[in-house]
């Protein structure tokens, strides 16, 4: 069962234009919902992440859109660069309990973006 | 401030070997995750480590085995190696927060091959 659903599998944009990740969640006690950006042989680096109690967050080009009573989220990329030319994954996790802590990350299959010069 | 750093970067290893795999977490960091991610596919998490103990464990065999130290360094093992286990190993670490709402911070993976 997959529990984050993330679209589309690919995606080309031009230099300057706006990308949009899509990514679809059923389990309602994912409470934090963060984004990655994987370059070839590096490790996924945080991007950008979101609380369900928020509806938007945006932090410089980079900008999540929640939609909590349809269990969705987004990534939208404005002004796109080449060297945003990555793998962009979404991902969720839970609260662990009253003890702190959250579960292990939940992660979509990801997005092979390419910003066309 | 040292990042996420993980030993070694590559191995090679045969079906039925063991591997050890490290991991030193981000300075102030607590708690260490694993993943396995497959190529062209997203990170599936192994298990979780906080205070020496296994917090949370995937949908993984017991072949897979993890140990967290004093100073919060980690290992993964992994027993008796199928050609399936073949991926990119990722050690994330974090600050355990009542919030949960705490980032992982990733480090750049161990490539294991099984021949």
């Known amino acids: 069962q997959q529990q984050v659903k993330q679209s589309p599998q690919s995606l080309i944009v031009q230099k300057g234009g706006i990308s949009i990740i899509n990514c679809a969640y059923e389990?309602?006690?994912?409470?934090?919902f963060p984004w990655y950006q994987q370059f070839p042989g590096k490790g996924p680096a945080l991007l950008i992440a979101?609380?369900?109690?928020?509806s938007e967050k945006k932090e410089g080009r980079f900008t999540i859109s929640f939609n909590k009573s349809a269990k969705q989220f987004s990534l939208h990329i404005m002004d796109s660069q080449p060297g945003d030319s990555a793998t962009y994954f979404c991902?969720?996790?839970?609260?662990?309990?009253?003890?702190?802590?959250?579960?292990?990350?939940?992660f979509g299959k990801g997005t092979h973006l390419i910003i066309q010069p | 401030d040292a990042g996420v750093t993980q030993s070694p970067t590559h191995l090679i290893k045969t079906r039925g070997q063991q591997v050890t795999l490290r991991c030193s977490p981000k300075?102030?960091?607590?708690?260490v995750s694993w993943y396995q991610q497959a190529l062209g596919q997203g990170p599936q998490f192994i298990f979780q480590?906080?205070?020496?103990?296994?917090?949370q464990r995937g949908n993984f065999p017991d072949r897979f085995s993890g140990h967290q130290f004093p100073n919060y360094s980690s290992e993964l093992n992994v027993n008796a190696l199928l050609l399936g286990d073949s991926a990119l190993y990722l050690c994330?670490?974090?600050?355990?927060?009542?919030?949960?709402?705490?980032?992982?911070?990733f480090g750049d993976g161990t490539r294991l091959s099984i021949l």
């Open positions: 300075s102030g960091h607590d708690t």
């Open positions: 991902a969720a996790s839970r609260r662990a309990g009253s003890g702190g802590g959250a579960d292990g990350l939940t």
């Open positions: 979101i609380r369900p109690d928020v």
């Open positions: 389990n309602t006690a994912f409470d934090y």
């Open positions: 994330a670490s974090s600050l355990r927060l009542l919030s949960g709402r705490q980032p992982q911070h």
């Open positions: 480590y906080y205070e020496e103990e296994e917090r």
